[in-house]
């Protein structure tokens, strides 16, 4: 089992970026595929991005394509999310999840969750 913890988010300017970990607690981390999701009230869980186990693969959504940046620390059992360019509609509660099977969009995909961090983007 792994259990996962998130952290970095805050309140920030649109324009600017924040960097969220993940730190997972288990003895097979470095099998997990890893991903990201968000989800504001009222609206569906939201994929944002994801990478497989060894680095080679990763996904984003169209939405962050080209300003988020996922990648993991194996030894560290840590995955980032690196946000730039934020913009309003970043602003939600973003999840960290694990996986035993391949990277998917889809969250119900995922195996453990954490318990979220708030990012707030302002106008």
């Known amino acids: 089992q792994v259990q996962l913890v998130e952290s970095g988010g805050g309140l920030v300017q649109a324009g600017g970026s924040l960097r969220l970990s993940c730190a997972a607690s288990?003895?097979?981390?470095?099998?997990?595929?890893m991903g990201w999701f968000r989800q504001t009230p009222g609206k569906e869980r939201e994929f944002v991005t994801a990478i497989s186990w060894s680095s080679g693969s990763t996904r984003y959504a169209d939405s962050v394509k080209g300003r988020f940046t996922i990648s993991r620390d194996n030894a560290k059992s840590t995955v980032y999310l690196q946000m730039n360019s934020l913009k309003p509609e970043d602003t939600a509660v973003y999840y960290c999840?694990?996986?035993?099977?391949?990277?998917?969009?889809?969250?119900?995909?995922?195996?453990?969750w954490g318990q979220g961090t708030q990012v707030t983007v302002s106008s």
């Open positions: 999840a694990a996986t035993r099977r391949r990277i998917s969009t889809m969250w119900d995909e995922y195996d453990y």
């Open positions: 288990g003895r097979t981390f470095s099998n997990y595929a």
